[in-house]
């Protein structure tokens, strides 16, 4: 439930309370304003749960702070295998065509929330789901001595990362009319950080051939 203290707040703030009121299936009700009630920045809403705490709104957004200076590889696809004759000084080998590969897989994304919070945390965090796809055209040649294998391959490169989320409607427990004890009265605070996540991040994509002996 959420209450909407001024008319001239409905335009400029919509962007901030429409993300928890559909989110939480809140439904619209208005008072009339009366002295020493919410004023021009202060929204009501009632959490689902009936208890005061943090709401996420649809500018709430996943900010990176610290990731591994390491990537990692992940070969999302591997072409036929050419093998360098014995007999030759060496070989000059591409594969000559093009080839899409398409990826996508989940990445133990993990979120840790110390406080009570209501929102869609997954969606703002990013690369919850890493999926897209890679077009090359390995027309390029590699270089190989006598016995050397190669082979054409797709590659992702992905990176650990961790980091908060920053913007909330925060609240004091305090409620917006006596009558109703369990619509508490909010303020949006959108430099206000809580949580913390980590997941991988997609790097880049390309395609190269693996060599081998």
């Known amino acids: 439930m959420r209450f909407n203290r001024k008319a001239s707040n409905?335009?400029?703030?919509?962007?901030?309370?429409?993300?928890?009121?559909?989110?939480?299936?809140?439904?619209?009700?208005?008072?009339?304003?009366?002295?020493?009630?919410?004023?021009?920045?202060?929204?009501?809403?009632?959490?689902?749960?009936?208890?005061?705490?943090?709401?996420?709104?649809?500018?709430?957004?996943?900010?990176?702070?610290?990731?591994?200076?390491?990537?990692?590889?992940?070969?999302?696809w591997r072409g036929p295998t050419f093998r360098c004759p014995w007999n030759v000084p060496s070989c000059s080998y591409a594969w000559g065509q093009s080839q899409t590969a398409g990826w996508k897989w989940s990445v133990g994304l993990k979120i840790d929330v110390s406080i009570p919070v209501v929102g869609k945390l997954f969606e703002a965090t990013p690369s919850y789901e890493r999926s897209g796809s890679t077009t090359t055209s390995f027309t390029y040649t590699v270089t190989l001595r006598p016995g050397q294998f190669a082979q054409p391959i797709s590659v992702v490169e992905r990176r650990w990362t961790q980091g908060t989320y920053v913007g909330a409607f925060r609240t004091d427990g305090s409620v917006c009319d006596a009558r109703h004890p369990h619509i508490y009265r909010y303020w949006w605070d959108g430099s206000y950080q809580f949580g913390k996540w980590q997941t991988n991040l997609k790097v880049l994509d390309y395609g190269t051939y693996h060599v081998w002996n």
């Open 10 to 76: 409905e335009k400029t703030n919509r962007r901030r309370w429409l993300a928890p009121a559909l989110s939480l299936g809140l439904a619209p009700l208005v008072l009339l304003a009366s002295p020493g009630t919410a004023s021009a920045d202060t929204w009501c809403f009632t959490p689902s749960d009936h208890t005061p705490h943090i709401l996420t709104g649809d500018t709430t957004y996943a900010k990176a702070q610290i990731q591994d200076r390491k990537t990692w590889q992940d070969w999302v």
